[in-house]
């Protein structure tokens, strides 16, 4: 990577273009193993029905279940893997962030995106800000996770919006 | 833990009733390294910026950077520990999730958590929903992620709220 020019990246890659509101993307499928679930929660939550099949039984989830912020971060890589800009796509905010259904072991997620917003960055000439809908499901099409981003990434035009 | 019932832990533990609105905690420090920065992108978020020392300089980010997803999940161990339910507090929805600085190698991420609203679950009795505003900030006093989420936990006191 290193040996290759972010200007080259740039041109190569998908950028804020790519991404007209009204997109729609659907992303590849990642598969959540029971190991995967606790070795995240032993280093980022460690609680009871993250980290121990029996125990997790007698709590509120009913079995063990993927730390939301688990989730979040699958969905990430799925969200990344699928958008594919080499010069990179930076998160701005988060909102209605919910997990509305747990994760399972054995459970196979992937994110549907909707690009609902794109308008050249006003403030950085060069840069696209994307509002996004980022929908995770699980393998019976049940919403585990969904919020709206907003997110920056470059765009291969300098335009300057109007003012 | 197989060998605690679930009973013997919520009495023993912190529950929703040491949490009144107003409960200010801040927890331990958590030092960030390049290493941890990077091996969190190879696995969630893939991107130059969270990945490549050299490369990550001639991005927005100007240097290596935390996915904020990274962040999310140091946060998140730093707000479990410092809470020290033993019952668990499961997060419910997350709102206005912000990442106005980037956190860097050689930071030092501390939790600063306000419990803005405390009350008794009415669809689940036996258990508590707390508000929180939840600053992440790094050595410098400079806040790296914010947010505001519910989270539901154990209540020692079965109290049936007035409907």
């Known amino acids: 990577m290193a040996t290759v020019s972010v200007a080259t990246i740039r041109a190569m890659s998908r950028a804020f273009e790519d991404f007209p509101a009204g997109t729609r993307l659907v992303s590849s499928k990642y598969p959540i193993t029971a190991a995967a679930i606790m070795n995240f929660a032993r280093e980022f939550d460690p609680q009871l029905f993250h980290l121990d099949l029996k125990a997790a039984g007698k709590t509120l989830f009913g079995g063990l279940a993927a730390s939301g912020w688990h989730t979040a971060a699958v969905s990430m890589r799925l969200f990344v893997d699928t958008m594919d800009v080499a010069g990179g796509i930076i998160g701005m905010g988060v909102d209605e962030l919910k997990w509305p259904n747990a994760v399972r072991p054995g459970d196979e997620l992937r994110v549907e995106i909707e690009i609902v917003e794109a308008r050249h960055s006003k403030s950085r000439p060069g840069y696209g800000i994307i509002r996004i809908r980022n ?29």
Chains 1, 2 share one sequence.
Request: charged fraction near 25%; proline fraction near 10%; avoid cysteine.
């Open 135 to 163: 929908v995770t499901k699980n393998q019976r099409d049940e919403v585990v996770q969904s919020f709206m981003a907003s997110a920056i990434l470059p765009a291969r035009q300098e335009v300057k919006p109007p003012a």
